[in-house]
């Protein structure tokens, strides 16, 4: 399998006027195509710096990044916005739609900057996206008017729109009850079994086990990397039925 992501001796150093915060030192980590990682550890250890420099929303201050094979260290904002929109599906916990803009619109933006799809294959590929995520009888709604759970599904949509190399999600079932958030990973659960490469960021342990492979990070370090026997629990998840 192709390596999607591969960090090499990558730190981030945050400075401000008294202090440097070293949020990220020496990661060193390979994901390849096809698999489903999980990101875990205590607050404020540096997990969602990490995902924000996949996700190629922020740079690092030392080490290399290379993405899909291509050296991605040190390209400018412009550059870096338009891989992010082609290679890159990102899922926030707090889903980040834009509230004056339908769901379908909602969907349809990044395909809207990539430019290279006329309207109807954007439709089409948006329907699409929104089948998947059992939302197209909701295409017309504004997100206020969906639940959370509803609108964290608009967000995982919005996300393999592109059909990108890698879905990043920084505790995609952190704002959720327990219903909404067993939906959104069983989504995941599937959108993996078809092939996405996916990694999440996830306080819960019980997350972190659906993932085939469970990073965990302390002060800004990989502790631990573990790659669990074939035999995950995904297989044994009953499929909620979505509403
Ligand atoms: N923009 C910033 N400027 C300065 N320091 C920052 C910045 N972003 C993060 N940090 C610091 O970097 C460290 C790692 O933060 P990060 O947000 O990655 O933690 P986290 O593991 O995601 O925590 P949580 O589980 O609470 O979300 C923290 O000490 C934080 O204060
Ligand atoms: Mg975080």
Redesign the pocket.
Known sequence: MSVIIKLENLSRV?S?DEIE?H?LQNINLEIKQGEYVSIS??????????LSILGLLDGCSGGSYHLNGKDVTNLDTKKRAEIRNKEIGFIFQSFNLISDLSVFENVELPLTYRGDLNKQQRKERVESALTRVDLSHRMHHFPSQLSGGQQQRVAVARAVVSQPAILLA??PTGNLDSKNAEQVMSLLDALHREGATICM?T?DPAGAERAQRAIS?FD?KIVEANQPAVSNSIAKQPEPELV
Do not use: R
């Not at 550890?41 to 990490?50: D, E, F, N, R, V």
């Open positions: 945050f401000t915060t949020a550890g205590p607050s404020g250890c540096g997990k969602s710096t990490l920084d505790e960021v306080h990070i800004g």
